[in-house]
């Protein structure tokens, strides 16, 4: 086992200790989330700031409307989750659901990836494949025998509909994230997280799948 796999694993086991210790004790939920955002508001605006620089666009007030969006996405996306998690019981199973098919796309979409390979999804981001994608979708439909007891209310067509977009827009996310990479000439967006990166990298399907996943499950 190489250096980078051993440190990939052992930060694999912290984030989902942090995952599970956010689930039971809302203090720990609160803090996460605040240093999450500040770093990944760090990150993103780091992205920005170097394909500025890059393309040497010295645009002051470009500067100033990039950073400002993403602070306010960000800060409204912490919000949102506290809200739901401190008011709105009923709606955690959307936000948990939304999460887990946010991480199992990105499971599915690198195991299938890798073992089928085949034929490139995008330029934007060159090992991503279409094997891939697919495999992200069909980790995610996974999930719904865990979840559909707490999901009957709904038919089994809606669910899979809801699943399949969620994972879609999880896979957006992922991709606009490595679009900015790209354009930024960067791999990762940090090193804080070893062997995976930055935070951004992490939860760059899941700030996107959140809100829509949440959204998309109360109107329909």
């Excluded at 990039?66 to 998690?85: N, R």
């Excluded at 199973?93 to 990105?106: E, G, P, T």
Aim: net charge positive.
């Amino acid at each position: 086992m190489n250096s980078n796999l051993k440190k990939r694993i052992i930060t694999s086991i912290f984030l989902i200790s942090l995952l599970t210790a956010m689930s039971f004790y809302s203090y720990i939920m609160f803090i996460s989330l605040v240093v999450i955002a500040i770093i990944t508001w760090i990150e993103f605006y780091a992205l920005i700031s170097k394909i500025i620089k890059k393309n040497l666009i010295k645009d002051k007030i470009y500067r100033f409307f990039c950073k400002a969006l993403s602070l306010f996405y960000l800060a409204g996306l912490v919000f949102f989750i506290l809200l739901i998690e401190t008011y709105y019981s009923n709606l955690k199973i959307y936000l948990l659901y939304s999460i887990l098919i946010s991480i199992m796309s990105d499971v599915g979409g690198l195991t299938v990836g890798k073992i089928f390979k085949g034929k490139k999804l995008t330029r934007i981001s060159p090992n991503k494949t279409i094997s891939g994608s697919i495999g992200s979708l069909i980790f995610s439909i996974f999930l719904i025998p865990f979840f559909y007891d707490k999901l009957s209310y709904m038919n089994l067509s809606k669910v899979i509909f809801l699943t399949i977009m969620i994972s879609l827009i999880s896979q957006l996310g992922d991709l606009f994230i490595s679009f900015l990479k790209r354009k930024a000439k960067v791999k990762d967006t940090s090193n804080i997280l070893p062997g995976h990166g930055g935070i951004l990298d992490r939860i760059d399907g899941i700030i996107f799948a959140i809100p829509f996943g949440v959204y998309l499950f109360m109107i329909i």
